[in-house]
């Protein structure tokens, strides 16, 4: 099989990968994966998405803060955001948003950092990666405030329903699908899935997180997307090959790279 996958998100910087990383990528295009986008969540995270992104010509990065660690931002270390944006191959802005499920940084400064985020992405033109746990209705309202159709953004780990996919369907917004879909319990997301255009798909792993079945528990890497493939592909009753082709041309247009 060529190298058809590209893997919008996930996090090989994680302490998951610490024992076999450099195995683990040395082999991963021979299996299918064409690129990959290493998507940082906190100031750390981001030096070693930057690391990542200079070692391996294939994978590329994101520069951002997630909600749960915006306790660690400031005045002074906001600008490291921006530095490493301006960086080769950092393509996008994120992981941002709002989490009321771990509720880790009190909702006032999860609320703050993100628009100050989204705020950085305008002014630099970057694509923005959004992550949203239980926290609907202020996402929505806070990226509206902020310019809304004015942004380009995708709706990582999407666990909404249809209504809000429509919401932001209609602001020009992708939808990354991950493992979760797979799951026989998610009756929702499936239903997303058959309602959404197939243009608008990015297909991501998340790894080391959200495995997709049969291997839901162990940890997760991005030739595994096939299986988030294959069962987009059934529910949109076409081919794995045309869901794989479809969500290759997406990343490359959302992220803006040559296809
Ligand atoms: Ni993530």
């Known amino acids: 099989m060529e190298n058809m996958i590209f893997d919008t998100h996930a996090h090989y910087d994680d302490e998951a990968f610490d ?16 690129r990959i986008v290493n998507v940082s969540a906190n100031l750390s995270e981001i030096e070693r998405t930057l690391e990542l992104t ?19 931002l400031n005045e002074e270390n906001f600008s490291q955001i921006r530095d490493a944006a301006l960086q080769d191959k950092m393509l996008a802005i994120g992981e941002i948003g709002l989490d009321y499920y771990w509720d880790k940084t009190e909702r006032k400064i999860q609320q703050k950092w993100f628009l100050r985020q989204l705020e950085l992405a305008g002014e630099l033109d970057k694509p923005v990666i959004i992550h949203s746990r239980e926290a609907a209705q202020d996402t929505l ?8 159709a004015d942004f380009s953004m995708v709706m990582h780990c999407f666990s909404y329903g249809k209504e809000m996919a429509r919401e932001y369907l209609n ?35 998340d790894a ?9 528990g162990k940890r997760n890497s991005s030739e595994k997307i096939r299986y988030v493939a294959e069962e987009v592909a059934r529910l949109k009753e076409i081919s794995e090959a045309e ?8 990343a490359c247009r959302f992220y803006r790279v040559e296809n």
């Open 54 to 72: 200079r070692r391996y010509p294939f994978i590329y990065g994101a520069a951002g803060v997630h909600p749960d660690d915006t306790s660690e």
């Open 19 to 34: 024992t076999d990383r450099e195995e683990l990528l040395a082999s991963i295009q021979e299996q299918g994966v064409g």
């Open 243 to 250: 869901v794989l082709k479809a969500a290759w041309e997406n």
């Open 171 to 205: 602001m020009g917004y992708y939808l990354g699908i991950g493992g979760v879909v797979t799951f026989k319990n998610a009756k929702k997301l499936k239903e997303v899935v058959s309602y959404m255009p197939l243009d608008r798909i990015l297909l991501e792993t």
């Open 208 to 216: 080391p997180y959200l495995t997709p079945v049969p291997f839901r």
């Open 141 to 148: 309202d806070l990226i509206k405030s902020a310019g809304g």
